[in-house]
């Protein structure tokens, strides 16, 4: 059936992708980050949440602190949404994420499409559920385990920071974490490993770890992967071995997409 014509969805959103004017000249690593964050409100317990309803399109969640910038990303799609307006912005964001990794060199992610777009505002899930970057290993953990996912996965799904940058005018962090955030590998696992970085505040005042020429970054969220024992021990095993890495990320990445998804 044309109208439900998904891999024509999928080409025209790789057509967008490389722009001159933005950032690392791809939108890519805006759109994993949006398709992340539509996921990232999940709930297991209540089973509430997740990318199911595209609820960012409601004030409330558009909101939230963690989610500046990413109305750049919705609104990046907006084309693609008119060209195709029987795809739900739930497919769609998914959808743009999934590509998105492909299109930067990463793995092929399973995408199943079903998400409905919620028309009741009042089912967007309550602000705060999102991870916060300044934080230890224990809220990384309690985020991710309200998730559903374990240690393993949580090490595995954190390589996407491959990608992409953080923005002072967005999170008022400050750079990339690998010297090609357009590419999707294992590097910023070995970056990780060494021990070239310095606890410094950004331009914003926003703490964080920085290279020694101030060209590369992590977020304490990141560095917890290598100050606790039980995360170092996969973060050692994804930088050595890129194929795991990837095979792994497949699955993981699937997961949090799935999460709150009804299916039959
Ligand atoms: Fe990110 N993440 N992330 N993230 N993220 C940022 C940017 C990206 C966290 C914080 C931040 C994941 C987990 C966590 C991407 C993808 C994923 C930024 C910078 C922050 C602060 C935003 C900005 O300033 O523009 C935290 C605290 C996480 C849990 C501990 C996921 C695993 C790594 C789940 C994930 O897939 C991507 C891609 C970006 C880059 C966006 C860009 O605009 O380039």
Redo the contacts with the bound molecule.
């Keep these: 059936m044309s109208e439900h014509n998904y891999a024509a969805v999928a080409k025209s959103i790789i057509s967008i992708l490389p722009r001159k004017d933005y950032?690392d000249e791809s939108l890519g690593?805006?759109l994993?980050?949006l398709a992340?964050h539509s996921c990232a409100t999940y709930d297991m317990a209540t089973n509430t949440g997740g990318s199911n309803g595209a609820t960012m399109r409601f004030r409330m969640e558009a909101d939230d602190e963690g989610n500046s910038?990413l109305e750049t990303g919705r609104m990046f799609l907006e084309p693609i949404k008119r060209q195709y307006p029987w795809i739900s912005y739930a497919d769609l964001w998914i959808l743009a994420g999934c590509v998105s990794i492909k299109a930067l060199g990463g793995p092929k992610i399973k995408w199943r499409p079903g998400r409905v777009d919620f028309v009741d505002e009042s089912l967007t899930p309550p602000n705060g559920r999102l991870?916060?970057?300044s934080k230890g290993s224990d809220h990384?953990r309690n985020?991710f385990y309200r998730m559903g996912f374990n240690d393993q996965e949580i090490v595995c799904?954190?390589?996407?920071?491959n990608?992409?940058?953080?923005?002072p005018n967005?999170?008022g962090?400050d750079g990339p974490w690998v010297t090609n955030p357009i590419k999707f590998s294992n590097e910023f696992y070995k970056l990780l490993m060494t021990n070239d970085w310095q606890y410094t505040s950004s331009p914003t005042g926003r703490m964080q770890y920085y290279n020694h020429d101030k060209s590369l970054m992590m977020?304490p969220?990141d560095m917890v992967l290598v100050q606790d024992k039980k995360f170092r021990k996969y973060v050692k095993i994804y930088a050595l071995d890129k194929q795991r890495f990837f095979n792994d990320f497949a699955l993981a990445f699937h997961k949090l997409n799935e999460l709150g998804v009804p299916r039959r």
């Design positions: 950032d690593p805006l994993v980050r992340w910038g991870p916060i970057a990384v985020v799904l954190m390589g996407a920071h990608l992409g940058r953080t923005h967005r999170s962090y977020l969220s």
